[in-house]
């Protein structure tokens, strides 16, 4: 069986529209649809059985991967930032060339810095932390998984992954 965990993230904002032009003015993302209102049974259903549930669905696309905003208009939730403790997912990343110019293109289109500079790692990567509009966590990186990986276990053999 393939298993590929690079489909997409989904995330909740509070405003799609202006969710999705800070993905693309930020990051250079692409509408792959354009926002898409859910209502009635199908949205109930979706959300776990939540009566009256309705939502708005768009995705952004990037090089490599999608992500899926969420804006629900009924029932209405917070839409804010989540304490890093708080929330099931703690950050999603995004692979880039240029960790400092990213940053600065996240910070232009109204995203925050989340770690105060971006750090230079003795295994030779750069990396920082920021958030998005809603708050949620972007970790900004400039290697590949894989490569990372293979640094992580000639760093400390005991990395290895388990038999």
Not at 4 to 14: D, E, K, T, W, Y
């Amino acid at each position: 069986m393939k298993v590929s965990v690079n489909h997409h993230v989904g995330l909740r904002v509070a405003d799609i529209e202006r969710a999705a032009r800070f993905y693309i003015d930020a990051l250079g993302g692409r509408w792959e649809t354009a926002p898409m209102l859910y209502e009635g049974p199908d949205a109930e259903m979706i959300m776990g059985g939540t009566p009256g549930a309705r939502f708005k669905v768009c995705h952004i696309g990037f090089d490599e991967g999608v992500i899926e905003l969420f804006e629900f208009l009924e029932p209405l939730a917070p839409s804010g930032p989540i304490s890093d403790h708080a929330g099931k997912i703690i950050h999603f990343a995004f692979e880039v060339d240029d960790v400092g110019e990213a940053l600065k293109r996240i910070e232009d289109a109204g995203g925050r810095r989340y770690w105060p500079e971006v750090r230079k790692m003795d295994l030779g990567f750069e990396v920082v932390y920021a958030t998005d509009l809603d708050g949620n966590v972007l970790e900004i990186i400039d290697i590949p998984m894989p490569d990372l990986i293979e640094r992580l276990i000639e760093a400390d053999p005991a990395n290895r992954p388990r038999p």
